[in-house]
T-cell receptor, first 113, second 111 residues
């Protein structure tokens, strides 16, 4: 079974731009979570989607948003990029009935110049 | 490769040694804990998990111990190999697929 895939793997943007990242969960997984990883703050939870609904949200500004499609694929969007948004953005999916266990993709490395 | 953390605690061991990585968690109400391994340039990889109704769980070459009294978790790796070199994170589940991660420990295994 294929793992979680994320596209693109690398992205360079400038301040003020917006960006959309994509995540395809493991087949059959309906829960998708997003995390931001930086050297200073470590891994921080952004939000989680299940059946196209956001169930939980971390402590990030409204510039960070997401959505989930009927096929469980998810996207996250960051608007008005800031230098501090440079990070590795990780997506994880969970199997039905096993929402505790999350399986991560390789991440998207975003650099904001 | 990508840096997953600056000034991480580092554990250096020789190949064949047993490694013990420790983690303190914050929420006494957490009932599910996971250890992840992250290699440079990759996402976190699931290693082993444990629920709060257990004190110990064993996998292949790995054992997780949970001490709820002092809110402490440890990961033991037997016969450590160079391929075990990575950053190891503990995570606690706070419900609805929300994981809170520790800062991580870098494990360096010398041949």
């Amino acid at each position: 079974k294929a793992g979680v895939t994320q596209t693109p793997r690398y992205l360079i943007k400038t301040r003020g731009q917006q960006v959309t990242l994509s995540c395809s969960p493991i087949s059959g997984h309906r829960s998708v979570s997003w995390y931001q990883q930086t050297p200073g703050q470590g891994l921080q939870f952004l939000f989680e989607y299940f059946s196209e609904t956001q169930r939980n949200k971390g402590n990030f500004p409204g510039r960070f948003s997401g959505r989930q499609f009927s096929n469980s694929r998810s996207e996250m969007n960051v608007s008005t990029l800031e230098l501090g948004d440079s990070a590795l953005y990780l997506c994880a999916s969970s199997p039905p009935g096993g929402e505790d266990t999350q399986y991560f993709g390789p991440g998207t490395r975003l650099t904001v110049l | 490769g990508e840096s997953v953390g600056l000034h991480l605690p580092t554990l250096s061991v020789q190949e064949g040694d047993n490694s013990i990585i420790n983690c303190a968690y914050s929420n006494s109400a957490s009932d599910y804990f996971i250890w992840y391994k992250q290699e440079s340039g990759k996402g976190p990889q699931f290693i082993i998990d444990i629920r709060s109704n257990m004190d110990k769980r064993q996998g292949q070459r790995v054992t997780v111990l949970l001490n709820k009294t002092v809110k402490h978790l440890s990961l033991q790796i037997a016969a450590t190999q160079p391929g075990d070199s990575a950053v190891y994170f503990c995570a606690e589940n706070k419900g609805y697929s929300t994981l809170t991660f520790g800062k991580g420990t870098m494990l360096l295994v010398s041949p």
